[in-house]
């Protein structure tokens, strides 16, 4: 048994086997996995009696439940009207130059994903950031170097 | 005449009685007479749709399963808005003993709150508070759990259809109507969704009887409101205004000097231009969830209406055909006149396009998507060609 | 139930409560449009062409997604009516590939006969189709082509509801939204029993079979091969719908005369191999009822199912691949139909083998896939050299420039061209049980079915799943051990009938002896293959042809078909014997579910 196989078997105990577990289970993988691979789908799938196929296209509905494999840091900066009003593309492109990648990208060696999302509800204090579960406001370039450099150095 | 916005202070801090008592008096009450104080309150949902919840908890009382759930949606995802946001840190009891006197009320004993992704940090801190009420509900001898069902990411979810499909583990996509969640719901059992602000609303009009939280607003529009105020203001934020101003009289407080423009009710309301200031009552004629965005003169209404339309093009479920294309048409048709490719008359089919929308699309996204656009068109169209 | 009355266009109208508006518009002969309403399907409401004013609403009503109410005022045409329909027609033609002349289904669209009824054009709106779409060709049986779906998910509540695979979903969301699979893996991976019937419920081109009739005017045109076709029983009974003709009507006779014409070397009938599988078949249920009654040998699985249909073998090997050992071991008529073809005809004619090539005109999109099976070569070539759906021989003959009216009514050509009404009724649900009993009955007992004139009614009809009981009385004396034992026999169709069956069978509950499984709806009638559309009205009429051509035959019995015999004395020597087992039964194999 793989740890994916250990993990699907362990949510699906945890909450159940009828069909309204998919969303909890499928963000349990997300949490621990970052993404929902294949291997994880299919599982998931053979658990709940349902088929891949239905699985993806639940999965593929919801932006927080990715199918592509994402990086330690997910990065999601918010493109919602106040947020673009107040500066979110200077941002992005900062970012954008700091890891070398392109929003919907991953980092090579997996520690970030910059993606960009719609309103994340922080437009009066825009503009505004997740990364992973945690908010960040009032960005500027210069904050948003710090922030990705502290994790930077925490990952290297 | 200039006249302050009128604050209110009843959802956040006065009034600061716990909000476990309400519900612990709430339930010494007959259930018709909360429900009929409700009606007397002329309490509408806060979400955006505006229906009135003494109307839905009396057809949610009525209805006879084995099995009936109150849902308290949180998945506020309409951009510009956050006041859900700030209820659920600052004030959750109110909330949750709103969801617990909907439960007395319509006889359900399992309640959820839709809480959305974007809001995973509020999570820890709502258990606990659902913990709390847990040994309140024992004490009060009140057969109600409550747990938290976490969003996936999907402004569509916010429809409360799409709501319970997400729940059950299916795409977000709403669904035919009728049959409503009141008849037909989560798991096909009756469903109560009302928003986290109708709810804690619902707290404070028992608190208040309907008799004092009528005197608040105006006759078309009863009571308090939070505004989610943000764009180009120095007063950005949530507030807590009486319904029933006149946009001039908000610009004037929460503008910066410059304003052009606001939109309010979100992407999915409507955007008001300087000219109309002075002859529009905010909320009037539509209901709204309270986002207020400003705009001064410095922004492009043109880049305002494209991020709108990008992200409807991005957030429809995709099922019906006019919402499906319609968001795509509507994005690329403005794109195509502002680059010279389509004649700027081409705007005025784009316009009948967005009506054919409103008339045909499934569900309040689709359909509301005419709003803004006629609203910035009409009122902009020089942006949208130059 | 009770009853409510409304007024649609000013007409009242009385229905059961419940009804949707679209269906109370039918009773009184009110065309409204649809594109995602199929009445074989759940309700979607999501293309909204079929909008309609209710009076007193100010948005538009889909009237297939709404139930009609007492007092309720609709009507369905007026200005904001047709200005919203002709918007709604415009917006698919705007995502959709308009290469109609290049189109398959060009001419039996349904997108394309609205567009022209409401008269879209091309400059109303910009094109939104997304670029570079590639078609999926990777499937034997299925294409896919997303340039020209229209999202209105007809296939993935067929694949579903009636199904029950669920192979294809809807993905992704807003503009992103498209019909899919799992990860959006090519049709060839993924969990697809090839039925086709994602094909027979597609509005527009977005699926269709697998076409091979290049491949097949290419051999005609070699002097050097000789080109065998032959012909399901579905395909006599719906080819006609390709011609004009009203559904149900048979047109065996033109068939044959018109493959003849196009050059075919010999016209055979996939019958005989029908009643060859009736034969084969049905010794192999005696002898698995033998072994498991008298002998009580354990390892003898019980129920036996029938394996006639490979959309429903590749259904058991995915999701039942620990019960396959119920599947009969016969191939299905086709295959031993190209079996025999390249040994037993080719001997007989003096023909190299390698030289034949073997075509198989079925209702079907399986039998493609089928005939691609590694299993299939026990001739030593490949059996089957394809499969054609019914509606690919429609279009082979329009190729050919015959006039299908006209033509005279022609004979199949021999051998292997005879054979009886049991084979025929092959194409219904229930007719290869029908046609096992008439013929094991005969051989236990020595004398036929009783039910009046052989017409086993019981396993007759569309209900999903049928249940009869046969009992065997005054047996035969080397059959005494069956002396009054009752055979419990069913039959489904539509894979997710199969299921309930093969649930059954899986907890080692299933009362019966025999169970026949055809995986579309109505049996091969109503296959992936045939003339669009098939709904169950038009199974109905097919069915009645093929019952008819049934009672039109002077022999009705598998085991009297003289060819039969013939194959037998001068070839096969006994059913289930040597020569048999290597060309006539196969294995199956084990599939992942998932």
């Known amino acids: ?156 | 005449m200039t006249n302050i916005p009128k604050k209110a202070d009843i959802l956040f801090s006065a009034y600061s009685v716990e909000p476990y008592q309400i519900l612990k008096d709430a339930m010494k009450r007959k259930k018709e007479d909360i429900i009929q104080e409700l009606l007397d309150s002329g309490l509408r949902g806060r979400g955006g749709a505006g229906f009135p919840t003494g109307m839905k908890w009396k057809f949610g009382a009525a209805e006879k399963a084995d099995q009936k759930y109150v849902i308290c949606n949180a998945d506020e995802g309409e951009p510009g808005t956050f006041k859900d946001k700030k209820l659920l840190t600052d004030v959750p009891r109110k909330t949750i003993s709103g969801m617990a006197i909907c439960a007395y009320v319509t006889g359900a004993t399992k309640g959820f709150i839709y809480l959305r992704a974007e809001y995973r940090y509020l999570l820890a801190s709502l258990e606990k508070e659902i913990e709390v009420f847990e040994q309140k509900a024992k004490e009060f001898g009140l057969d109600f759990e409550i747990k938290i069902f976490m969003g996936a990411g999907a402004y569509v979810c916010g429809e409360e259809t799409a709501l319970i499909e997400s729940m059950e583990g299916k795409r977000g996509e709403p669904r035919n109507k009728p049959p409503y969640p009141i008849q037909n719901g989560y798991l096909g059992k009756p469903t109560i969704v009302n928003n986290v602000e109708t709810l804690a609303s619902v707290s404070m009009v028992c608190r208040l009887g309907a008799e004092e939280y009528k005197k608040l607003g105006t006759s078309d529009q009863k009571g308090s409101k939070l505004f989610s105020i943000s764009g180009d203001s120095p007063k950005e934020g949530v507030h807590e205004l009486e319904l029933g101003m006149k946009v001039s009289d908000f610009v004037t407080e929460y503008g910066d000097g410059d304003t052009k423009a606001i939109q309010v009710g979100g992407v999915a309301g409507y955007c008001i231009p300087r000219k109309k200031f002075e002859s529009t009552i905010i909320g009037e004629g539509q209901t709204t969830g309270g986002s207020t965005l400003i705009f001064n003169s410095t922004r492009s209404m043109y880049r305002v209406l494209h991020n709108y339309l990008d992200f409807y093009a991005e957030e429809s479920c995709g099922q019906c055909t006019p919402c499906r294309v319609g968001c795509q048409q509507l994005l690329k048709g403005i794109e195509a006149v502002k680059a010279g490719t389509k004649p700027p008359k081409y705007l005025d089919q784009l316009m009948k396009l967005s009506n054919t929308m409103n008339l045909t699309s499934k569900c309040g996204l689709g359909q509301s998507v005419t709003n803004s656009f006629t609203t910035i068109v009409e009122n902009f169209r020089e942006e949208m060609i130059f | 139930m009770t009853n409510i009355t409304l007024k649609i266009d000013n007409v009242d109208v009385t229905v059961e409560k419940g009804t949707s508006i679209l269906d109370a518009a039918k009773k009184v002969d009110i065309r409204i449009p649809t594109l995602c309403h199929h009445e074989d399907l759940c309700i979607a409401g999501n293309c909204r062409i079929c909008v309609v004013e209710q009076i007193g609403k100010h948005t538009l009503t889909a009237s297939c997604a709404t139930p009609a109410e007492d007092g309720m005022e609709i009507k369905t045409s007026s200005p904001k009516i047709r200005k919203a329909r002709k918007d709604i027609m415009s917006l698919l033609v705007s995502e959709h590939n308009t290469q109609c002349t290049t189109c398959y289904r060009s001419t039996n669209c349904e997108l394309q006969d609205l567009a022209a009824e409401y008269n879209i054009d091309n400059e109303t709106y910009l094109s939104v189709l997304k670029p570079n779409l590639e078609i999926d060709k990777s499937s034997w049986s299925i294409e896919k082509d997303d340039s020209k779906c229209i999202r209105c998910q007809r296939c993935v509540r067929t694949c579903a509801d009636i199904q029950g695979v669920n192979a294809l979903a809807v993905t992704e969301k807003g503009n992103e939204m498209r019909v899919s699979t799992f990860m959006h893996l090519t049709m060839n991976e993924i969990v697809c029993t090839n039925c086709g019937q994602c094909i027979t419920h597609c509005p527009t081109g977005a699926l269709t079979e697998r076409r091979y009739y290049d491949e097949i005017w290419d051999a005609i045109d070699d002097p050097d091969k000789h080109v065998v076709v032959n012909t399901a029983p579905s395909v006599r009974v719906a080819l006609g719908e390709m011609f004009g003709y009203e559904v149900g009507t048979q047109v065996t006779g033109q068939m044959v005369t018109a493959l003849k014409k196009m050059g075919f070397d010999a016209v055979l009938d996939t019958d005989f191999a029908a009643d060859l599988t009736i034969i084969e078949e049905g010794h192999e249920l005696l002898a698995r009822l033998k072994a498991a009654l008298v002998d009580k040998d354990p390892n003898i699985k019980l129920p036996m199912i029938t394996s006639c249909s490979p959309g429903w073998v590749k259904f058991i090997e995915h999701m039942y691949p620990n019960h396959l050992g119920h599947l009969s071991t016969c191939k299905s008529p086709q295959q031993m139909f190209g079996a025999a073809v390249k040994t037993y005809y080719a001997e007989k004619k003096g023909i190299d083998p390698s030289k034949i090539v073997c075509v198989a005109g079925m209702p079907c999109a399986a039998k493609k896939y089928e005939a691609n099976r590694p299993e299939m070569r026990s001739s030593g070539y490949q059996d089957i050299d394809a499969g054609l759906t019914t509606r690919e021989i429609g279009h082979m003959i329009k190729q050919s420039g015959l006039d299908f009216k006209d033509l005279e009514n022609g004979e199949f050509d021999s051998l292997m061209g005879e054979s009886t009404g049991a084979g025929v009724i092959f194409g219904a649900t229930g007719g290869v049980m029908e046609a096992a009993l008439r013929t094991v009955y005969a051989v236990i007992t020595g004398r036929p079915v009783p039910f009046e004139r052989l017409n086993i009614t019981p396993v007759r009809g569309l209900k999903g799943i049928k249940e009869a009981g046969i009992k065997f009385e005054n047996c035969l004396p080397e059959y005494s051990w069956l002396e009054g034992v009752e055979a419990k026999v069913a039959i489904a169709h539509g894979l997710t009938n199969a299921r309930v069956i093969m649930d059954e069978v899986a907890a080692g509950t299933s009362p019966y002896h025999f169970i026949e499984i055809m995986a579309c709806p109505g049996g091969c009638i109503g296959g992936g293959g045939q003339p669009i559309p098939t709904t169950d009205a038009v199974r109905i009429k097919r069915t009645e042809a093929i019952y008819k051509e049934d009672m039109e035959k002077p022999i009705r019995m598998s085991h009297e078909n003289p060819e039969i015999t013939e194959i037998y004395e001068k070839f096969l020597k006994a059913p289930l014997g040597e020569k048999s087992h290597k060309l006539l039964h196969t294995k199956y194999r084990t599939r992942k579910r998932y």
């Open chain 1, 1 to 156: 048994m793989t740890k994916t196989n250990e993990l699907v078997k362990k949510l699906v105990e945890e909450h159940g086997v009828a069909r309204e577990s998919l969303l909890p289970v499928l963000q349990g993988i997300v949490k621990e996995e970052r993404y929902l691979s294949k291997e994880a789908m299919r599982d998931v799938a053979e658990q709940l009696d349902i088929s891949a196929a239905e699985v993806y296209g639940t999965a593929s509905f919801f932006s927080f439940l990715d199918t592509e494999e994402k990086g330690k840091y997910i990065i999601r900066v918010c493109k919602s009207i106040t947020c673009d009003m107040k500066g979110k593309c200077e941002l992005v492109r900062t970012m954008e130059d700091i890891l070398k990648i392109k929003v919907g990208q991953t980092t090579v060696g997996k520690r970030f994903s910059l993606l960009e999302t719609n309103c994340i509800g922080l437009c009066d204090q825009g503009p505004a950031m997740l990364i992973n579960d945690d908010y960040y406001t009032k960005l500027t370039p210069v904050k948003v170097r710090e922030i990705l450099g502290d994790l930077i150095r925490k990952t290297s």
